[in-house]
């Protein structure tokens, strides 16, 4: 225990310390980190695949997931003490940390990769022209090579929101270490993810909130005794188009050569990440639910040649 106080962030004379000047354990306060198997979680799912295949150039898979995942925590196991606690500083909590002691699944609710609607598929159609196909099927060897061996292809993901926990703003009324999170004051205020949300008629850009300053007064932080409410408010999802292009042209005795064309996120569309805005009643209400970052990517488009034999 008698260590430099380096380690603890405070000074190194600390005259009002029975324990002497250099003594880890602090008059104030005192932690410990302990791992514990009592976390619990549930999935349950309703899961449709539909494949499909229209003669023998266009094939597709179409897929639905109605779901509900619960739990206390979704963090990795194997995470330290302080990560993957869902915020940017060391007391967010979040993660896999119990705030009362005595009531150790007070913070179960939404997994934090909760959807209740998935919706993707995918196409691949090989256009029908050239040598075997419906059109031009007798061309000359020069024209197959110009018409044949076109392929077009997508891919196409749509999820309902993910689910965001509202901060407490820097209380500890239950757990002097570790914050819990914000309490309703009554229902949560719906997330509508605006493009364009307005403070006092000044547009502060994407938000989960239309309107932030009143989506702040409807949290409280939470009292002695209390861990708050985990994931109870839902924000964007995700949706994405990628599309596909190649051409096949014949090299003899089997080799061939593939030239593609792909792009991602076709319809160029915005998706924000509502794990990255971390909301809380301490910050500034121009700032309460902004978001941050996005889940998509800018459209781009790559393109490859390769010797397939």
Do not use: C
Request: charged content about 15%; overall charge negative.
């Amino acid at each position: 225990m008698d260590v430099p106080a380096s380690i603890t962030g405070l000074t190194s004379a600390l005259p009002s310390s029975k324990d002497g000047p250099y003594t880890f354990f602090h008059d104030q306060f005192a932690s410990l980190y302990a791992w514990r198997n009592i976390g619990t979680s549930d999935y349950n799912a309703l899961q449709v695949t539909y494949n499909v295949r229209w003669g023998a150039n266009l094939q597709g898979q179409f897929n639905y997931t109605l779901s509900k995942s619960f739990d206390e925590a979704s963090a990795a196991q194997r995470i330290g003490p302080y990560e993957g606690t869902g915020g940017t500083g060391d007391d967010l909590n979040g993660g896999g940390i119990v705030i009362n002691a005595w009531d150790p699944l007070a913070l179960r609710g939404l997994s934090d990769f909760n959807a209740y609607h998935q919706v993707n598929g995918n196409v691949v159609y090989r256009l029908p022209f050239g040598k075997g196909q419906r059109m031009a099927a007798d061309a000359s060897p020069v024209l197959n090579e110009l018409i044949g061996g076109w392929h077009v292809s997508g891919i196409f993901r749509w999820t309902s929101g993910f689910p965001i926990t509202i901060d407490n703003g820097f209380t500890w009324a239950t757990d002097w270490n570790i914050e819990g999170d914000a309490e309703p004051n009554g229902p949560p205020p719906v997330a509508s993810n605006p493009k364009n949300a307005y403070v006092k008629g000044l547009d502060i850009g994407p938000d989960i909130f239309q309107n932030p300053t009143a989506a702040e007064a409807a949290f409280r932080p939470e009292w002695p005794g209390e861990s708050g409410v985990r994931n109870n408010v839902i924000g964007d999802g995700m949706f994405d188009i990628d599309t596909g292009v190649s051409k096949d042209f014949a090299l003899g005795e089997g080799k061939r050569l593939e030239f593609t064309w792909q792009t991602f996120n076709l319809t160029n569309g915005v998706r924000y990440d509502v794990r990255a805005a971390q909301p809380s009643l301490s910050y500034d209400p121009a700032e309460f639910g902004r978001y941050l970052s996005t889940l998509t990517t800018p459209r781009f488009m790559q393109f490859a040649l390769r010797i397939v034999f």
